[in-house]
């Protein structure tokens, strides 16, 4: 009434109070809707990722494969850091860090390196496996977690393996199968590389796989704890005789191998380039048995039944025309070969003869 609207309009202005639609409520089910729409999408988006992150895995291990059969297992440093191209995109498979990840792929690494002589302790695990040091001293570092995670899926890395400065032998598929923090190290198991595809395409599901390859992946990595010896050994040796022939100076590196002195039978046949000589194949299988022997002070003699021989021109100027001929030595005086080992194997020579 104090508003000039009376009785009428007071009653008027009640019904429309109550008359007024009370605002929408959201029905539950719409936002159970909501919701499973974004969970969809999140997960096609994980999914997009690990189909993506599987491709880029299974086409590096193919390039590697490829490289291996022009070059061999062994593999020169500027040849990883260039890779291969993707889709218009360079994939490096080798980086500044020794957890390395390319730009292509969303959160886990590719590949894991041990420098040569580098400032990691990497070495074998009383248990047989590989043991890798973690990147730092912090566990939580983003290179630690990206293999705790990829130890997790179970997905394959590649390992590249400094053998000599610039060299490495690549291996793959390898596997995080353990962690030890106290050690800061991780544990590194070997697995064939014919199942390097299936286990790029499966890591998002790997509990089965891991039962069934222990034991074969055990196995496996004894056998490459042995060939990572036998190629440090080589390289070593190769390259401080300037990968050529101490006999002949034959230079064709295919053709070239790191020979013991005293043999790695032995317990002092040590896989040191002080117990090794380069030797092309011919005069590495003549050194073997006992065709030509080498005195300690680095004279080369050959079987006196040999030199008594009449033959072509192989054994008259690639055996016979070695005798009393000097080695070709290394130019580190350290890496010369150890007289001590070289009169043990004199002494064998000299009795077979």
């Known amino acids: 009434a104090r508003h000039g609207l009376g009785e009428e309009g007071g009653r008027e202005r009640r019904r429309s109070a109550r008359a007024k639609p009370a605002p929408p409520r959201r029905c539950r089910s719409s936002q159970r809707s909501t919701d499973d729409g974004v969970s969809t999408n999140l997960n096609a988006s994980v999914s997009r990722s690990h189909e993506h992150d599987a491709a880029v895995r299974v086409e590096a291990f193919r390039w590697l494969q490829s490289q291996v059969q022009i070059h061999g297992d062994v593999l020169p440093i500027d040849l990883l850091r260039k890779g291969f191209e993707r889709d218009g995109s360079r994939v490096p498979l080798l980086g500044p860090q020794g957890i390395f990840k390319p730009a292509v792929l969303d959160h886990l690494p590719l590949s894991i390196t041990t420098v040569a002589n580098g400032p990691y302790d990497d070495s ?23 293999l705790r995670e990829a130890m997790r899926l179970q997905t394959p890395l590649v390992y590249f393996y400094g053998v000599a400065k610039g060299r490495y032998l690549a291996l793959w598929p390898v596997f995080i199968v353990g962690d030890n923090p106290d050690e ?27 039962r069934e ?12 704890r042995t060939r ?16 050529r022939c101490t006999l002949c100076r034959l230079g064709h590196r295919d053709l070239l191998d790191a020979a013991h002195i005293i043999p790695d039978s032995s317990p002092t046949g040590e896989p040191l380039v002080t117990n090794g000589l380069a030797l092309c194949k011919i005069h590495h299988a003549a050194f073997d048995h006992m065709i030509i022997g080498i005195r300690p002070d680095y004279v080369v003699e050959v079987h006196p039944r040999v030199l008594a021989e009449s033959d072509g021109p192989m054994l008259r100027h690639g055996l016979q025309g070695l005798h009393n001929s000097p080695l070709a030595l290394p130019r580190r005086p350290d890496d010369y070969p150890d007289s001590g080992r070289l009169a043990d194997r004199y002494e064998r020579f000299r009795g077979a003869a």
């Open 213 to 224: 390859s222990t034991g074969r992946r055990a196995y496996i990595t004894s056998v490459v």
């Open 124 to 146: 074998l695990t009383a248990d047989g496996f590989l043991s890798y040091r973690y990147r730092g001293t912090d566990p939580t570092h983003r290179d630690n977690l990206g």
């Open 184 to 210: 800061l190290a991780f544990r590194v198991a070997v697995d064939d590389a014919q199942t390097a595809e299936s286990a790029a395409q499966a890591s998002a599901s790997p509990t089965f796989q891991m």
């Open 228 to 243: 990572l010896h036998q190629r440090v050994f080589r390289e070593r040796v190769l390259h401080a005789y300037r990968d």
